[in-house]
């Protein structure tokens, strides 16, 4: 088991934990809703992979964008978007944070520059590039953090956007979440080169491979990756070698892998992880980890309630933002 | 009569001028392509700027169009006015995910939160022997979706006139600029500043029939007004400019008029804006019609290279006017 990070404090430590425990809890009542059928759709959970997006929303500031898959829920509750309007967008209601029209792989938040879960495969990447492109024609020092599976990169919207973004030395930090199974195909069984951060080398983009099971390691690496692309030298891509302990939607009955497999993740879990540590250091006892669990509970029954007491959006506004309404500045 | 400014020029300078002063008066428009920059582009469209505006705002990008276009989407929603040129229609298919996936549903999708301000420009269609994968007029694949802007400039007013309201739109336009149309010549008037962007416009009045048609088959319909001028037939030319969205107002007004309608569209016939042009003329004016509606359109084949089997799959003069004068001996 990894040491913590020499400093960590108590708050420091809860704070972490907090966060992902937050992510865990919100993602499983809405596994319960999904079985009740206040949700419906495709539904993808982050359970597992809660380092990662909390490693890296430590370091992001207000200013950079977002860019995030169709299992986005952990990044935007980890980004700061509020859980009300996140639950309501799982319903499809009008008080949801995309006005209920995206659901769960399509969550937007202008507020903190979250630019979508996109559910095509690869198909964020350029987005995060032209966004990277626009903070740099413009003079900021922002960045575009992008994430994306392994899977991503068999596809050719990963290869054209970090080629395009080390060659116009855009700030973008690319983030592999690399959980092993792309859908219900290992990575071993689609790629000739199982070590991601290996083929982003031949762009000549900085990457290294992280352990996304602990928090600490995501947040160093992505602080080190962001300082990169601020200070004008271009993308960095992190693969972030992490494993989702659910299925990979709720249509899997996960043939692909064995349970054994996942019950040995399972054992080296983020949250236990940091747990382990944290109660090891004596930064945390049990009444701190239940006060924390307890209060996450709340703000998920909270989010829940505003979820349910929500409107639908009337039928009469079906074709509402197909074109812009107001004329953006 | 629309005021002179006697100036002649060509397609090509004509869209040209419109970027230039799209770059001029916005610092947040750039151009990026494949080979925009040092080559001057692919049709010489750009030829100049990047000395006139340097590197940043003139972008050679590599041969990435889904990288470069997704790239374009990305740099709108942040507030800026990308012109994204794809160097023909057949080559945007590579780019088809981001443009229909992304450009197309993100405003939708986010609620209103994020707009996409981008202006996509390429070139479409046959006429210089450029076979199969160089040829083809894909308008209506982009046509067919909701959140997209789609024009057809076909004059030189419209060529040179039609980007700036295009930047100025929140939404995602795609200009198809008519491969054969880049050395026409003629002039351009006062009116080119302020081209409005949705709206059809008669292009040649008439009493007798009416020619509906868009991009490089509006030069087609005008040489057969003239050729059916000469027989006594008076054929309207309706020019789309605007294929999404249709303005039915424009189309049912002439339909109304003359009673007859013969749909020239250089797309194939199934599935085809004709098609689709055709319909809501029934839709809306069955009982105005006095002949049944007449497609004149590509053959069912990929474009070939040979001269005599290009022009022999593309809709022409002689096949315009043959329809026209079937529909009239059909109606006396």
Redesign the interface.
């Not at chain 2, 889904?66 to 800026?80: D, E, L, R």
């Not at chain 2, 993100?106 to 707009?115: D, I």
């Given at each position: 088991m990894n040491e913590l990070p020499a400093g960590t404090n108590r708050e420091r430590g809860l704070h972490l934990l907090a966060e992902m425990l937050r992510i865990r809890q919100f993602e499983g009542r809405c596994a319960e809703l999904y079985g009740a059928g206040r949700i419906r759709g495709f539904m993808h959970l982050y359970d597992g992979e809660e380092a990662v997006a909390v490693g890296v929303m430590q370091v992001l500031e207000k200013d950079d964008?977002v860019?995030s898959t169709y299992r986005e829920h952990g990044h935007a509750i980890a980004r700061g978007i509020a859980m009300g309007p996140l639950m309501a967008e799982m319903y499809g209601k009008r008080t949801?944070?995309?006005?209920?029209?995206?659901g769960s792989m399509?969550i937007?938040?202008?507020a903190t520059r979250f630019?979508?879960g996109?559910a095509?495969v690869g198909?964020g990447?350029?987005?995060?590039?032209?966004?990277?492109?626009?903070?740099k024609?413009?003079g900021g020092r922002g960045v575009?953090a992008c994430f994306f599976g392994e899977g991503a990169a068999a596809e050719?919207?990963f290869h054209?956007?970090l080629?395009?973004a080390a060659?116009?030395k855009l700030p973008v930090v690319f983030l592999c979440e690399n959980n092993l199974y792309a859908m219900g195909t290992a990575l071993a069984r689609s790629e000739s080169q199982t070590d991601i951060h290996a083929k982003a080398a031949a762009y000549g983009v900085r990457a290294m491979a992280v352990d996304g099971m602990d928090v600490f390691a995501v947040e160093a690496a992505t602080r080190a990756a962001a300082e990169v692309a601020r200070a004008g030298q271009g993308p960095a891509l992190l693969e972030l070698r992490t494993y989702r302990f659910r299925a990979h939607s709720m249509f899997d009955t996960q043939l692909y892998r064995d349970k054994a497999e996942v019950e040995e993740w399972r054992k080296h879990g983020p949250l236990i992880s940091l747990t382990t540590r944290l109660k090891a250091a004596g930064l945390m006892t049990e009444e701190d980890f239940q006060r924390i669990e307890r209060d996450a509970d709340a703000e998920v029954q909270a989010a829940v309630d505003f979820a349910e007491q929500s409107d639908w959006e009337p039928v009469e506004d079906l074709a509402?933002?197909?074109?812009?309404?107001?004329?953006?500045q | 009569m629309t005021p002179s400014t006697g100036t002649r020029i060509t397609y090509r300078e004509a869209v040209k001028q419109g970027i230039r002063e799209a770059l001029s008066s916005d610092p947040r428009v750039?151009l990026m392509g494949e080979d925009v920059g040092k080559y001057g582009g692919c049709f010489a469209v750009s030829k100049g700027l990047l000395d006139e505006f340097g590197e940043?705002r003139i972008?050679d990008?590599?041969l990435?169009e889904?990288?470069?276009?997704?790239?374009?989407?990305?740099?709108?929603?942040?507030?800026?006015r990308?012109i994204v040129e794809v160097m023909t229609v057949n080559f945007s298919l590579l780019a088809l995910?981001?443009i229909v996936?992304?450009a197309a549903t993100?405003?939708?999708?986010?609620?209103?939160?994020?707009?996409v301000?981008v202006v996509i420009r390429m070139a479409t269609g046959a006429g210089r022997q450029l076979a199969a994968q160089h040829s083809h007029s894909l308008e209506v694949w982009y046509a067919h979706v909701?959140?997209l802007?789609v024009v057809a400039p076909a004059t030189i007013d419209d060529a040179r006139g039609m980007l700036r309201p295009a930047l100025?739109c929140?939404?995602p336009v795609i200009i198809f600029e008519p491969i054969s149309l880049y050395n026409m010549e003629g002039e351009l008037t006062a009116a080119a500043a302020s081209t409005d962007l949705s709206h059809a416009r008669v292009h040649r009045p008439g009493r007798d029939v009416t020619l509906v048609t868009y991009g490089a088959s509006l030069w087609r319909c005008v040489a057969a007004a003239e050729e059916l001028a000469g027989n006594g037939i008076e054929a309207e030319i309706v020019d789309l400019r605007s294929l999404r969205p249709l303005d039915d107002a424009t189309i049912l007004a002439s339909v109304v008029k003359t009673r007859r309608v013969v749909i020239v569209d250089e797309g194939w016939r199934t599935c085809s804006l004709s098609a689709e042009v055709a319909m809501r003329i029934v839709e809306q004016g069955f009982y105005d019609l006095d002949a049944a509606i007449a497609r004149v359109c590509s053959e069912e084949v990929p474009i070939p290279y040979p001269k005599h089997l290009e022009d022999a799959a593309l809709p022409s003069q002689a096949r315009i006017v043959a329809a026209v004068r079937g529909m009239m001996k059909q109606v006396q």
């Open positions: 964008a860019v949801g944070c995309s006005g209920g029209r995206g399509h937007f938040d202008a630019y979508g996109n095509i198909g990447l350029p987005l995060a590039v032209g966004l990277a492109l626009a903070e024609m413009r575009a050719g919207e054209e956007s080629n395009l060659l116009w509402r933002h197909v074109y812009a309404e107001v004329r953006p | 750039f940043e972008r990008t590599p990435s889904s990288a470069f276009v997704g790239a374009g989407i990305g740099a709108a929603m942040a507030g800026m990308p995910d981001q996936n992304n993100l405003c939708h999708m986010s609620g209103g939160q994020f707009p301000p909701p959140g802007r100025e929140p939404d």
